[in-house]
């Protein structure tokens, strides 16, 4: 085997290695006594973390200042005096968290803590979400990067940027954006279709996309994301009802 051929090869490992070493985490997650599997974090990437909690600490169920208390150890895991967190949302099925940059005030990244093992199909299939991969009780309590737009548009702090998604990153730097009122337009057109009676209620700048808090009769139904070059619309399935939220900044 030639010098290129192997070098491809050893790429197209790593990359398999990376997509399948978070959901081989999730599987053999022991639940160890200081809560970070096998003696250590899942450390490689900002958004490429799963980052456990021990079994006692989740066979209770998981409070909103708890949830905030597994947010808060994530972000010191982190190390970075530039991101902080912006808001919590609690749901029926999971806490939702955004990160932000404290200079550009853009938004860097979402999480999720699961209050329990999302149900079978809840992911809608792909990359271990529904059942199986993902259908693990090791799952509750801990802080995991949210599916969808966060893993799949997210330009900056997704470790899968580059190599999903590219059709909308290929060049995006010379292409037209959309501008939050104009994802604002995609998202009211979307729930016009999909939800009559729902508006949008907030939108978060991501890079590469947006994420849409919407809302009927002064509630929050749930969110979407839209993406910021091709004008693409992500419903986020996941949540079940809304239930509180706090704004930390």
Not at 41 to 66: H, V
Not at 90 to 95: A, G, S
Not at 142 to 162: C, D, L, Q
Request: hydrophobic share 40%; no cysteine.
């Amino acid at each position: 085997m030639d010098r290129r051929t192997t070098g491809i090869v050893l790429v197209v490992l790593g990359i398999v290695g990376l997509l399948t070493f978070p959901l081989f985490a999730a599987l053999t997650w022991n639940g160890s006594s200081n809560g970070y599997g096998y003696g250590s974090s899942w450390d490689w990437g900002m958004m490429g973390q799963w980052y456990g909690q021990s079994r006692t600490q989740t066979s209770a169920p998981i409070t909103l200042e708890r949830a905030k208390a597994i947010a808060e150890q994530y972000l010191v895991s982190l190390g970075d005096s530039n991101i902080a967190i912006k808001e919590i949302m609690e749901f029926e099925n999971n806490f939702y968290v955004i990160y932000y940059e404290k200079d550009t005030g853009m938004g860097a990244f979402e999480m999720l803590i699961w209050k329990q093992a999302p149900p079978r199909g809840m992911m809608g299939g792909g990359m271990g979400m529904g059942g199986g991969m993902m259908g693990n009780s090791a799952i509750a309590g801990v802080i995991t990067p949210e599916p969808g737009p966060n893993m799949m548009w997210n330009t900056k702090y997704s470790m899968m940027r580059g190599m999903m998604g590219s059709r909308w990153q290929a060049g995006s730097s010379n292409r037209a954006t959309l501008t939050e009122e104009d994802a604002k337009s995609v998202a009211e057109k979307y729930l016009s279709q999909n939800s009559p009676g729902a508006h949008v209620e907030g939108i978060v700048h991501f890079y590469g996309y947006y994420t849409v808090d919407f809302e009927k009769d002064g509630r929050i139904l749930g969110m979407l994301s839209v993406n910021e070059y091709s004008g693409d619309v992500w419903y986020h399935s996941w949540h079940g009802a809304f239930i509180q939220e706090i704004e930390l900044n």
